[in-house]
């Protein structure tokens, strides 16, 4: 076929080609240099692919200059379909059933599929089932045809060919004016999947994400997400739930990759992991099974997971991992430790997958830290640095806190270049906390101040503890002002005493706030639901402060409820 | 035993157009005033208004005892089939709702366009010039 005389395959022509054609008069000159003015015209001017038409925007235009310029009477757009290999019909003019039909044809068969091929111009002076694949064209009665291809970046995005009844000869100039429209096109195209690909991965990925952390009476969640700074979105997530058993189920993990096919395997695979969950299967088979499944179906695909469960009474954690960073778990009082189970491969390197689970102990007010690998790495530095900084960094608070603090000490003002994923979830206290602040030095400064039993002396609290910190330069001035006036009410209202406020400044950045009342009464941690009116005060503190604690003494009426907070 | 200044006043204005009513608040919401604006929500909810719209742009501090006052207005107001609207609160107070896990629960709206010029901003239906002229306004500052 490609030897029949009637087909002519040209050589694709260069900028150099096109002054020295300009130059020569031919019919098409002057219909070269308006197109090229017209076409200009609907270049983006800031050069920013955001500000430039789309393809189905443009396409119209371009079909009436085409028809306009070169006397053609059809005009047809076909995109290529990169899974299967084929161009499909997007846009025509005059040749609209081939869109309304999905026309396909495979690259390499008939006009549009050699054109595709070959990516070069290619020109019909013969149009009939030997030379084109598509009936339509010669139905329509089509006699002579100029196709191009589409081509950005080096990669095919289609072919734009143009169609005449009268059989027109296409010659040079109007190849060069047909590759001029089609460049403009490709571009168009190009930018355009980039940017609906990238819209299409960012609203995936927060359709996946917990909107709000899970409400759960015993055990407190906050989480922190945040893209890498160009913008591409990986296939970072995290997840928690109860199971109907009260078993709660914490999963973190990560798609290798960055755009919307890792977007996509995350959100399969998260389907996956809640649903063998369901099935009442150990934390190791959810992990096994899940990579039978991934390592059919996602073929090339790659990833890490932790995958967890927390079961009543929530006195132990059992998490089996995959080849994900260790998780981190800090008891009241403790150092924080990594929770480093079995080695184990991610999903989709092995067929089978040798997972074990571990089991640690929990404690009433331990926390712990899920997190994906962008919280930890930087540029030139060992990966096991990084962890050890966020070991440092992690300890029993409340687990906003804990996000707000772990963020600040990991990123910072650092631009992140992976996304960022991270969860905290705790053991709700059950109990105040009775043992008395634990301080290893001595106060390096202390101030106090008594206030009548009164309600304006919680403002007057307010107004001191203000007072005090700012000279210690405390950048959680509101929460802490939150928690005094919390205490300072609590002395009005349920002690009826007079109460002084004490503040002491420790050492490692840290500041301890004691209200001290004189009156009966032992306050009480309520599970303030959403309606209660009262009992907000003390969770508030237990919420915002490091530690805490209510301290009584032996043959005396009154009692000190204090706090500790980090200046840093 | 020293005695607390009143520095930063607390004030409450209050526009009724029935059955709408407006409650602009502003300062420090603590224990002190609470009693103050409870009673006045209660005379709204008296008076028949259904849909209470409550600003909180200038409020500077809030604490749980102000919380509570609000849930117990979310509850009446719910219950008499009526609406309850909190309009700008600051950063620091949309964090105590989200503390209190109570962000969801309460129908926040953000910044009123109406509400930045110096004119007091207009309940959530805007009342017809003839409305407006039988507006009645109420400020209050507890204390004086």
Redesign the interface.
């Known amino acids: 076929m490609r030897d029949d005389p009637t087909i002519e395959t040209l050589p694709p022509s260069a900028t150099a080609s096109v002054t020295a054609s300009v130059q020569r008069p031919t019919r098409w000159s002057s219909g070269l240099h308006e197109l090229e003015g017209r076409l200009q015209a609907l270049r983006p001017v800031s050069g920013s692919s955001l500000a430039s038409l789309d393809l189905d925007e443009l396409l119209p235009l371009v079909f009436d200059l085409l028809v306009d310029l070169l006397g053609c009477d059809t005009a047809a757009v076909l995109l290529h379909d990169a899974a299967s290999d084929q161009l499909v019909a997007h846009a025509a003019r005059g040749l609209e059933e081939e869109v309304r039909q999905g026309v396909r044809v495979p690259v390499g068969v008939g006009f549009a599929g050699r054109v595709a091929e070959e990516r070069r111009p290619v020109v019909l002076s013969r149009v009939d089932a030997s030379t084109v694949a598509n009936p339509i064209l010669w139905h329509k009665g089509i006699r002579s045809m100029l196709g191009v291809p589409l081509i950005a970046e080096d990669t095919l995005i289609g072919v734009l060919h143009v169609g005449s009844y009268s059989g027109m000869a296409f010659d040079d100039e109007a190849v060069v004016l047909l590759e001029l429209a089609a460049d403009r096109l490709a571009a168009a195209a190009r930018s355009g999947t980039a940017l609906a690909e990238r819209r299409a991965a960012r609203v995936l990925q927060r359709s996946l994400l917990p909107a709000?952390p899970l409400?759960h009476p015993h055990i407190d969640f906050a989480s922190r997400y945040v893209p890498a700074e160009r913008g591409d979105i990986g296939g970072d997530w995290y997840d928690a739930f109860e199971l109907s058993t009260g078993e709660v189920w914490v999963m973190t993990g990560d798609v290798v990759g960055h755009g919307l096919q890792p977007a996509i395997i995350m959100g399969r695979l998260r389907s996956t992991l809640r649903a063998y969950a369901l099935l009442r299967m150990s934390p190791e088979d959810v992990l096994r099974a899940a990579n039978r499944k991934f390592d059919l179906f996602e073929p090339g695909a790659m990833a890490t997971v932790i995958c967890g469960v927390l079961v009543p009474p929530f006195d132990e954690f059992r998490m089996c991992s995959a080849g994900h960073p260790p998780p981190v778990l800090a008891h009241p009082g403790g150092e924080a430790e990594l929770l480093v189970s079995t080695p184990t491969p991610p999903l989709g390197v092995l067929p089978e997958l040798e997972s074990s689970s571990t089991r640690w102990k929990l404690e009433d007010g331990s926390a712990l830290v899920f997190y994906t690998d962008g919280l930890i790495e930087r540029r030139g530095e060992p990966i096991t640095e990084g962890i050890e900084r966020l070991r440092g960094a992690v300890h029993s608070g409340a687990p906003?806190l804990l996000c707000a603090e772990i963020m600040e000490t990991m990123i910072g003002r650092y631009q992140p270049t992976d996304d960022v994923a991270l969860l905290a979830v705790r053991v709700r206290p059950k109990h105040v906390p009775s043992a008395p602040p634990h301080v290893e030095t001595e106060p390096l400064v202390a101030r106090s101040?008594?206030?009548?039993c009164?309600?304006?002396?919680?403002?007057?609290?307010?107004?001191f503890i203000a007072e005090c910190v700012g000279q210690l330069g405390l950048r959680r001035m509101?929460e802490v002002?939150?928690m005094v006036?919390?205490l300072a009410?609590n002395a009005?209202?349920y002690s009826g005493s007079?109460f002084d406020v004490t503040v002491d400044r420790l050492t490692e950045g840290k500041v301890r706030v004691e209200v001290r009342d004189f009156g009966p009464g032992v306050p009480e941690l309520s599970e303030?639901g959403?309606?209660?009116?009262?009992g907000?005060?003390l969770?508030?503190v237990d919420?915002?402060s490091e530690t805490w604690g209510v301290v009584t003494r032996p043959g005396a009426a009154g009692k000190s409820t204090w706090f500790i907070v980090s200046t840093e | 035993?020293?005695?607390?200044?009143?520095?930063e006043p607390f004030t409450i204005e209050i526009r009724r157009v029935f059955p709408d009513a407006l409650v602009v608040l502003a300062g420090?919401v603590?224990?002190?005033?609470v009693a103050e604006l409870y009673e006045q929500f209660s005379e709204l909810i008296r008076d028949g208004m259904q849909r209470i719209s409550l600003h909180l742009a200038e409020v500077t501090?809030m604490?749980?005892?102000g919380?509570?006052v609000l849930?117990?207005l979310q509850?009446r107001t719910q219950a008499l089939g009526g609406e309850f609207v909190i309009f700008s609160p600051s950063p620091?107070l949309r964090r105590?709702f989200?503390?209190?896990?109570?962000?969801?629960?309460f129908t926040i709206r953000p910044v009123d366009r109406s509400c930045q010029g110096d004119a007091p901003p207009s309940p959530t239906s805007t009342p017809r010039d003839e409305e407006r002229t039988t507006a009645r306004t109420t400020r209050l500052t507890p204390g004086d």
């Open positions: 709000s409400s906003e101040e008594l206030f009548a009164e309600a304006e002396s919680v403002r007057g609290a307010r107004r509101p002002q939150l006036s919390e009410t009005i209202q007079q303030a959403c309606e209660a009116e009262s907000r005060g969770r508030i919420l915002l | 035993v020293p005695r607390a200044s009143k520095s420090e603590d224990a002190s005033n501090f604490d749980s005892t919380l509570s849930v117990a509850k620091q105590l989200a503390l209190a896990s109570l962000d969801s629960y």
